[in-house]
């Protein structure tokens, strides 16, 4: 288990919404919320020594989050990174004039030097299994005539090559990586391997150098190398080295690109020596979709290609195309690509062309492994297996995710709540006791706000109830509902002790974190329900946990007659 991602499911220490002000509060507002609240949970206004012990927690609370808010290099440091910006070692060490900015970097810097020590556990593993799968014997069977296809009931369906890459990074310091990787691989009868080891120093924040030395085809050393030049301008940079049975094969490759506007970079490309070639190539990419224009003109092969993908953040799919042209063909490649789960995707496209015919791709991603499915239809551009290749994964996908994937991402979202519940056990359980001891403290002030504002016909809460609630969304319930109201918990008195001069004002913040409040149903969407009466006239609304509200309004005066 990661303690870091455990520690982002805990709940978060919010001062504002604790004293009840505003993220841009002034510092006199602080300093009224502090005084408003230290009066009400002062130890010395309680006699009696449980309530006595619990004024003293809530009191301390109150001034901890007072000289936070107050100090305005702790109020940065809290504003950039939370809580846990403030219980990080090294503060003792920054100036106090730097501006926010200055200071999460700061923290960035701090936080680089704790992943240093713990980088030696770790690695960065990446694998790759390919499996070309050939069955063209469905749909164009292969006449021998030593073989008599009368006799066979089923087409041919077999695997033509497989192959297996792996990697794994070593970090040696956070300048210096180790990466090592290999890979296997048979296609028709024919094997293939290699093994590399490459060994990456970071030069400064503007480039690198790395030393590649492999084995396969022959012992294999190269250098690279990337730099930027300016702004907007980078390159890189390959010598290779290839010895072989029948000598040496040199190589050199070299990029420019350079960033055109925003979202687009171009790039041109120089290859010697071991297939030479030169290429250019512009790529935009924005947050709705990416296209890349490709062209090579080389000593064995020239193409042109272009690319599209159209991305649907919303519905997490993305919907790809490419046509591809040059010496050895075309192709017409189009398909989709899914996230299923938050570290899984899956994607299939269809590739129609000259001389490949119909290919139907699939590919599943999860985390660092990707397993790839090539399936050869039919060697001919014929209408059946594009049809085909189409269909069948658009059906099979819609039966899989209504009867298998559905069901599955349901079950993991409950299981994520559960842990994110039993993570905050120990912190939910202070704060139940922590509420209903502020509630006890807040009694007496509740009796004197409310009778001030019964006496002067202003704002007096009837009734608050905070947390999840079973009924239609679209009405508030009321004391005659039958249907079941489930994990809700009664704010009335902590909501009316915030009453000030006929006014309540709560800031667009989780309300679980005022006092008085804690969150009843974590993980779970909440509301505040709220019924007042102002004037003496009835008045009724509800609210989501984070949205800001003001009262009294006249929008929600109910109607009694």
Known sequence: MDDDGDQDNVIEEDF???????RNATAEEINNAYRRQSRLYHPDKHVDPVLKREAETLFTRT???????????????????????LETEGWEIVQRAKTPQEIREEYERLAREREERRLQQRTNPKGNVTVNINATDIFNRYDDEYDDISDRIFPTIEVSGMSFSQSIEAPLTLRDTVTMSGQLGTQNGTGTGSVNVSARRLISSKGWLELDVGAGNGPMLSLKGFRTLTKRLFCNGATILQFTAHGIRPGLVGTLAMQL?????????????????MSTMIVRDTSMSHTSFTMQ???????????????????????????????FGAFLEYGAEKKVSQHSSLSASVSVGVPTGVILKIKLSRASQTYSFPIHLCEEVVPAPVFYATVVPLITWTVIKKL???????EQKERDKEKQKELNKTRMLEKQRE??????????????????????????????????????????????DNGPRDEVIDVTIPLQCLVKDSKLVLHNASKSQLPGFYDPCVGEDKQLLLQYLFHAQTHECIIKDAEPLRIPKQSHRVNTT
């Open 261 to 277: 506007d925003k979202h687009a970079v171009g790039y041109l490309t120089y290859r010697a020596g071991i297939q030479s070639a």
């Open 435 to 480: 509420a209903k001891s502020a509630i006890d403290l807040m009694k007496a002030t509740f009796s004197r706000i409310r009778s001030e504002e019964e006496a002067k016909r202003g704002l007096v809460i009837t009734k608050a109830l905070y947390g999840r609630f079973v009924y239609p969304q679209e009405r508030a319930p009321r004391d005659d």
């Open 404 to 410: 298998i994937i559905d069901p599955v991402v349901r």
């Open 16 to 22: 504002y919404t604790f004293l009840n002000v505003p």
């Open 63 to 85: 001034k901890k989050a007072y000289e936070v808010l107050s100090d305005a290099h702790q109020r940065a440091i809290y504003d950039s990174l939370g809580t846990r910006g």
């Open 297 to 327: 003109f080389g000593m064995v092969h020239s193409y042109i290609s272009l690319s599209y993908t159209y991305k649907m953040e919303e519905r997490q799919l993305k919907l790809r195309g490419c046509v591809k042209a040059g010496t």
